[in-house]
């Protein structure tokens, strides 16, 4: 069905994120003024630019920026790359300053977010973005999960868990080494079966704990079904899930004893693991980048460090822009 109703003008930015170089990264085309496109028009949009995700930006009566994220199929509650593209887009308008900190309203919610100016001359801002705190689903066996993307349960290690950020379950499955990671190829008739038998994600993360360059500490592959494209270049909430995983697992891929997360001489009220560096999307010609780590509250009655959220860190670049009529 084609979408109907007024057509006008918008302005647009086509940005690549997790990234400091044009054609790296996950590209993403950010919509302004996009209040009343419908979401078929949306969706049409999004098949048209055959990119995993686009960004529509919208007001938003709780936050300072609105915006809605869009699959080619479905619209999309919390994306890591399409904020991050979205954060570039505002920037580049003008309209967030470097450096500054704001609220964006997505469809999971508002959250949290900061730019920060870059270290070398010339580079992009730094984003930072502040996930949900994570929701941890059901825990598969090797097995189940080995068999959706044609390895066997030797290649994983430990047990895949189900985990979101406030957008889509995914369930990381943590692989042996990169030769694992390069097998793997999604099997969509048993991915629709598994589907159907009621599992609680959409797909399989796969990552490693070996970087694909010195710089990194993990490395991950996304494999995706029609309508979407076959593999993703980097994707923002599929890593913060993976920290998730990680911490959750004793596995965190750096020192495990948290810093803290305040000033000096600041009311210590939180704590966050050391950064390590997330790499996803060298294989397919488009290498990118994160900066992960985790906010940790105290929680006394337990005892314990608890997990509040995560962050997820990255640069965007704009290879494009102009005017689309929708």
């Not at 009566?61 to 919390?78: C, N, T």
């Not at 309508?227 to 495990?256: H, I, M, N, Q």
Request: glycine residues 8%.
């Amino acid at each position: 069905m084609t979408p109907t109703g007024s057509i006008r003008a918008r302005p647009f930015q086509w940005i690549d994120a997790f990234t400091d170089q044009p054609f790296g990264g996950n590209p993403c085309a950010v919509v302004f003024d996009a209040d009343d496109i419908p979401e078929e028009t949306r969706l049409a949009y999004t098949r048209e630019r055959r990119l995993s995700e686009c960004a529509f930006l919208q007001h938003s009566p709780q936050a300072d920026f609105g915006v809605r994220y869009y699959l080619a199929s479905r619209e999309i509650k919390m994306a890591g790359h399409p904020t991050i593209a979205t954060v570039t887009a505002l920037i580049e308008a003008g309209l967030v300053q470097v450096p500054s900190s704001f609220t964006l309203e997505v469809g999971a919610g508002v959250i949290e977010l900061s730019v920060a100016a870059p270290q070398q001359a010339g580079a992009p801002p730094f984003i930072t973005m502040l996930q949900p705190r994570p929701s941890f689903g059901r825990v598969y066996t090797p097995g189940e999960i080995a068999d959706l993307v044609g390895l066997s349960p030797e290649d994983v290690i430990d047990q895949p868990h189900s985990v979101a950020v406030g957008g889509p379950f995914f369930v990381v499955t943590l692989l042996r080494d990169h030769d694992s990671l390069r097998r793997a190829s999604l099997n969509l008739e048993k991915l629709a079966a598994a589907h159907s038998d009621g599992v609680d994600f959409n797909e399989p993360f796969l990552a490693t704990l070996q970087g694909a360059t010195p710089e990194g500490a993990t490395f991950s592959r996304l494999l995706l079904p029609p309508p979407e494209p076959a593999e993703d270049p980097f994707t923002g909430s599929a890593t913060g899930c993976l920290a998730a995983y990680l911490w959750l697992k004793k596995r965190w891929p750096v020192p495990s004893e948290p810093q803290s997360a305040t000033e000096p001489g600041a009311e210590d009220t939180g704590k966050m693991f050391p950064r390590f560096i997330a790499e996803q999307g060298h294989w397919m010609g488009r290498p990118g980048k994160a900066e992960v780590s985790l906010d940790l509250a105290f929680n006394p009655m337990m005892n314990e460090w608890g997990l509040s959220g995560v962050y997820v860190a990255g640069q965007g670049v704009k290879v494009m822009q102009g005017e689309v009529l929708l």
